[in-house]
């Protein structure tokens, strides 16, 4: 499935943006930018803190897979993120 960022996957029980974190990730595709990681670094919740309760799953009208999504956003944005801005 494409995300087109509706959020109908919400609520996450962890608190997670997932649009946004999914839009950040797709445009990091393009080249990552220091704009992005400064996004990213400010979202109140990280992808890494997804459980894979898949429940956005269940909610997304498009088929998203969103728990392979966030282990790609993870990848993307938090593996040279620096140690103090990481999700503890």
Known sequence: ?????????LPCPKGIDVGKVNS????????MTDTLKEAYRLLKHKASECMGCK??????????????????AVECFEKEMPQADRPH
């Open 55 to 72: 429940a956005c799953e269940k909610r997304c009208p498009f088929d998203v897979h969103v728990v392979e999504r966030m282990k790609s």
């Open 24 to 31: 950040l990730t797709a445009s990091s595709q393009y080249g």
């Open 1 to 9: 499935g494409l995300c087109v960022y509706c959020n109908h996957c």
